[in-house]
């Protein structure tokens, strides 16, 4: 009973973490060390999914979302030098009344949450279910076969349109 | 429940206390290496044949001055260093260095190593970002552009390994290949692993982050004192661990042949497969030149990504087929 608890422990503390990343994320004024915080907030969502049972979902959250996406948007803030300068000239926000909407929706996710993690019986299931990889390949080429073929043609149309917008107009002499 | 998290800990400890030294004699090791393979002494001054070279130079770097520039980022250029070091040090906790000796047995050490690989780069990248110098800044770009195309691969190359043993945890990839060492079936796989390893630790020929004739020193250049020694250590301690994930993904890890075995305990085998590749990781960089950068993003994505795949398509068609 005490390591049930211990594990819930160290999830609400990862789970903590996220959330107080993620408020660094949207507050911070440095695109950069805002996009840090975004790092350190999934990688604290990577350990709530490994506590859950889930560590081929933890493994492929810290090596796709936080070891490639994330590095190139670091990527693109350095290569257009958004440094303190440019968000220092961004237009503020004026007042709360433009924050409204946006915490409403996010209150109701949070109270949907709240709910999900706090009914009993979920939380067993949780906290017990171990997915390894096996489960989650014969899952992701069983049942949902067609949404992961949905979502390979997504990415192909998106490969294909950023192939023609990288392709030089004027094809001269190569280098 | 106890005793068994202390010996955990004094594992930990004494794993990291042997891999640091290791590391730093390795940079006594390779300039050596490189003086006798280019005709000349290299240090020998040092104590015996020059081996305590490391630790004098150790101490000369701890009495500089740590000088982190006015035009910097102060806490990004602190914490990058250290995100390399910790990164590195990180995946050394999968590694199964014997049947017995190992830090932790996790059922996904595959998808950590990968994990940890691709959030070294932050280390460099930021780096970069945070000398607010140009050099650095080029530097990073490339840092960053160079692994996250190599990653690709680097995952792509190790499937095969994962569909043949049919598992992610790396002791029981080791186990899996008592009858026979992978390199058998995953030669090509090998070579990808083996390149794309090279290009994640920043090593000649794929040292362009730091190429001296071109960026001065690249994205360390404005580092100095301890800051600068981290950055070292990571990169030697990264060679170590691209040699050690080579042995054990397709070289049997501790594993010997049936009259070779009892020669010698586990662990001595294990080592001296991981020394075979750190020192053809050091005959890589006195041999070979360095490509152009254009050249390097080329090479993988045109080349290395079709092989990787065509090397997981053929791993996976004999799978089925039934003859691996």
């Not at chain 1, 990527?75 to 007042?95: I, N, R, W």
């Not at chain 1, 019986?121 to 017990?128: D, F, T, V």
């Not at chain 2, 994990?115 to 460099?124: P, Q």
Request: net charge neutral.
């Amino acid at each position: 009973m005490s390591l049930f608890a211990s594990i819930e422990g160290l999830f609400y503390l990862a789970a903590l973490i996220a959330v107080i990343a993620s408020l660094k994320v949207v507050t911070g004024k440095n695109t950069v060390h805002a996009l840090l915080y975004l790092v350190i907030s999934l990688l604290a969502v990577a350990v709530c999914f490994y506590l859950m049972g889930a560590p081929f979902a933890a493994g492929l959250e810290v090596i796709v979302y936080a070891g490639a996406i994330l590095v190139l948007f670091v990527f693109a803030v350095m290569m257009f030098g958004l440094g303190v300068d440019e968000t220092m000239h961004a237009p503020q926000s004026k007042g709360l009344s433009l924050w409204f909407g946006p915490m409403l929706l996010a209150a109701l996710l949070l109270i949907e949450l709240v709910f999900v993690i706090d009914n009993s019986e979920l939380k067993l299931q949780l906290s017990n279910k171990m997915v390894d990889a096996k489960q989650v390949g014969i899952l992701l080429y069983g049942p949902y076969l067609l949404a992961v073929e949905i979502a390979s043609f997504l990415l192909l149309a998106g490969l294909v349109a950023g192939y023609h917008y990288a392709k030089p107009e004027h094809q001269g002499r190569r280098l | 429940m106890k005793p068994e998290i202390l010996w955990h800990l004094l594992e930990i400890t004494i794993i990291i206390a042997l891999l640091i030294p290791i590391a730093a004699t390795l940079v006594w090791v390779e300039r050596r290496m490189i003086g006798i393979w280019q005709d000349r002494h290299g240090p020998n001054r040092v104590g015996p044949f020059g081996i305590l070279q490391s630790l004098a130079d150790l101490l000369k770097i701890l009495g500089k001055e740590d000088w982190i520039p006015p035009f910097s980022d102060r806490l990004v250029f602190t914490i990058a260093p250290v995100i390399g070091a910790v990164c590195v040090l990180m995946s050394f906790a999968v590694i199964p260095f014997t049947p017995d000796i190992g830090v932790s047995n996790l059922n996904i050490g595959l998808l950590f190593f990968l994990a940890m690989a691709s959030l070294s780069v932050y280390s460099v990248v930021l780096a970069g970002w945070a000398s607010n110098s140009k050099y650095a800044m080029l530097g990073g770009m490339r840092a960053a552009a160079q692994t996250v195309s190599y990653e690709v691969f680097m995952g792509l190359s190790v499937m095969g390994v994962v569909l043949l043993t049919g598992t992610f945890n790396l002791r029981e990839i080791v186990l899996a290949q008592t009858d026979g060492w992978l390199i058998q079936s995953q030669f090509i796989g090998f070579f990808v692993f083996l390149i794309a390893g090279i290009a994640e630790s920043h090593r000649l020929p794929f040292d362009l982050p730091e190429a001296e004739t071109e960026l001065t020193a690249g994205f360390h250049t404005e580092y100095s004192g301890l800051k600068f020694a981290l950055f070292f250590l990571g990169e030697y301690l990264s060679v170590t661990l691209i040699s050690a994930m080579s042995v054990v993904l397709f070289f049997g890890g501790w594993l010997m042949p049936a009259p070779l075995d009892t020669w010698l305990p586990p662990l001595v085998w294990f080592i001296l497969k991981i020394l075979f590749f750190v020192f053809f990781f050091i005959l890589l960089r006195t041999s070979l030149p360095r490509p152009r950068f254009d050249q390097l993003l080329a090479f993988g994505w045109k080349i290395m990504l079709p092989v990787a795949l065509v090397n997981l398509l053929l791993t996976a068609a004999l799978r089925l087929g039934g003859i691996l």
